[in-house]
């Protein structure tokens, strides 16, 4: 069977004024195969249909909720009902927004973190498996070619035996109580019932953990957490720092800070074997610097043909000829392009391209989980170190 139409999209969260619905919205389209054609897309219904004017979409596939798009959308034929929804909500929202329409048989792109809890991480990656559907998570930093290519380094063993990762994400933007102005983004982000028990190293710890994985293939087994509270009255951490302990006896430091003046989104990766070192910063994506102890610095630069030789995954990954910067946009697009595939694949009960599988999926939001909850433990308990939960 072939599959010649677009898939169609819908998208619960991302109404006016929302920061990262409007970047799925962008980047899904960038290839071409996907449509967006419904949406529940503010918990106010009256702003849902709003968004829906603004986006040009058909009106009765603008809902006031996301019950009523389940519902409404399964009504229609497939073909022209949604194949798989985004889910851009609050982290509060992603489980059950996320149950809800694998039990009615649609796939699911998420954002992270993947739940509030590693219970309701643990409940979807059971209903993930009996649902057989496909299932992504945005940790999109996975998707720069250079995090591919890196990957693909340090996994080759190019790097040897790796003996020290070092991650960190801080940000500034919370350095005050943004989320007394009534700041939307801030006042979800610090509200637990929102955000759930972490604050900062939910939000973009979980980001630096994922990325220390997914480039290393190496598995944190403990951790030393020191979460704290800058800003009077706050209810959740805004800074933290971890170290941490890999299954391969690698160790490595994890600070991920909201109240780092200053800083934008200076997410940062080190990872040294015995042999080499790299580092890959995310705010000049293009470039993956590679260190080796008696020569220069060797800069890899995207877009090339022997990063592609290197890396297919790098390859796949690549739009633009070199010199002409791919980032964040990008990025997600390539996680978009890998899940859409895969959901072709399963439409037409074929084979996925294994490349199109490199894309986070339920297992990474599991993991996401259990790090949050182990630095939640470690950073309240008086040993030094704490055992990566076990999901
Ligand atoms: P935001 O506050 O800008 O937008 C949230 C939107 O969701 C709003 O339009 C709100 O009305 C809507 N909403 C809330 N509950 C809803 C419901 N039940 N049904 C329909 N709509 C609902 O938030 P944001 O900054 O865009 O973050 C949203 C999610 O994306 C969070 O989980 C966050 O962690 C994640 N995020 C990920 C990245 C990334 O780099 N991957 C970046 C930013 C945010």
């Known amino acids: 069977m072939k599959f010649n139409r677009k898939l169609n999209m819908g998208m619960v969260g991302g109404g006016p004024g929302a920061f990262i619905g409007d970047v799925h919205r962008k980047a899904s389209r960038l290839d071409g195969g996907i449509e967006l054609v419904a949406g529940a897309f503010d918990i106010n219904p009256r702003k849902s249909k709003q968004m829906g004017r603004e986006l040009g979409l058909n009106p009765r596939r603008v809902y006031r909720n996301y019950e009523e798009m389940i519902e409404r959308e399964l009504k229609l034929p497939v073909g022209e009902r949604i194949d798989f929804v985004s889910i851009t909500t609050p982290n509060n929202w992603h489980f059950p927004i996320a149950k809800d329409f694998l039990n009615a048989g649609f796939h699911v792109m998420c954002e992270k973190p993947m739940t509030i809890n590693v219970k309701e991480a643990k409940a979807l990656q059971t209903l993930v498996k009996k649902s057989r559907k496909v299932f992504g998570l945005m940790h999109n930093y996975t998707g720069y070619p250079m995090v591919k290519l890196a990957r693909d380094l340090a996994r080759g063993g190019e790097l040897g035996k790796i003996r020290k990762i070092v991650v960190q994400y801080p940000q500034g933007w919370l350095a005050t109580a943004l989320e007394r102005t009534g700041q939307m983004q801030a006042a979800w982000r610090t509200d637990p019932k929102q955000s759930g028990g972490a604050g900062c190293m939910g939000d973009i710890g979980t980001h630096a953990e994922n990325l220390s994985e997914y480039i290393t293939g190496l598995k944190i087994t403990h951790i030393c957490a020191d979460l704290t509270i800058f800003v009077k ?27 780092s003046i200053g800083e934008e989104n200076n997410l940062a990766i080190w990872v040294y074997g015995e042999e080499k070192g790299l580092e890959w910063h995310q705010e000049r994506p293009n470039y993956l610097y590679v260190k080796v102890p008696d020569g220069p610095l060797q800069v890899w630069r995207r877009g090339n043909d022997y990063v592609a030789a290197r890396s297919p995954a790098a390859g796949r990954a690549t739009r633009l000829p070199s010199g002409h910067p791919e980032a964040f946009f990008e990025a997600f697009a390539n996680n978009y392009c890998n899940f859409a595939d895969t959901i072709r694949a399963k439409i037409t009960r074929t084979k996925p391209d294994p490349l199109a599988l490199d894309f986070p999926n339920v297992n990474d939001g599991v993991r996401g989980m259990c790090f949050i909850e182990t630095v939640l433990a470690g950073t309240k308990s008086k040993q030094k170190w704490t055992a990566f939960k076990k999901a």
Do not use: I, K
């Open 233 to 259: 009255g706050r209810r959740l951490d805004d800074d933290g720092n971890c170290l941490l302990r890999f299954n391969n006896g690698a160790r490595g430091v994890l600070h991920a800070s909201q109240v």
